[in-house]
């Protein structure tokens, strides 16, 4: 999927949240790259707060403090994912950063948290223990 069509998909998504009323921009441009523990992914958009609010109860999502910055060696061998937002100095921008191992966010550790909540599990259920030998 290319960068326009991205988006286009995150303009979309936002069209009826509160980010929908802050100025949008087109300089949302996702990326990503291969790591040896993970994918860093990172766009352009706004708010920590609506962050916070929307994560403050899920499990496997960690939106960061500001200043901070997500690191893969923290998600290494979890279901985690890490977020971090900040404004670069100057700008009228907001920039997302976010990090998952995707050996485990990825699609075993979803199909694994879907099959919990669709069995009545708790969500959490096998997804706590780090999967890595050695």
């Keep these: 999927m290319d960068t ?3 988006y286009k998909q995150l303009k979309q998504a936002l069209a009826n949240t509160p980010v929908a009323a ?3 921009t087109n300089a949302c441009q996702p990326k990503q790259y291969q790591s040896a523990n993970g994918v860093q992914a990172w766009s352009f958009d706004d708010i920590q707060a609506l962050y916070e609010q929307r994560y403050i109860h899920e ?3 960690d939106v960061l403090p500001q200043g901070s910055h997500p690191d893969t060696r923290n998600v290494r061998g979890s279901n985690n994912c890490q977020i ?3 404004q670069p100095q100057g700008q009228q ?3 997302v950063l976010s990090v998952i191992d995707n050996l485990v966010k990825g699609a ?3 199909a694994i948290q879907n099959m919990n909540l669709m069995f009545g599990f708790k969500e959490e259920l096998g997804l706590k223990i780090i999967a890595l030998y050695p």
């Design 4 to 6: 326009e069509e991205k």
């Design 22 to 24: 802050a100025e949008q």
């Design 59 to 61: 499990e496997f999502v």
């Design 84 to 86: 971090s937002i900040f």
């Design 93 to 95: 921008t907001i920039v």
């Design 108 to 110: 075993a550790g979803q």
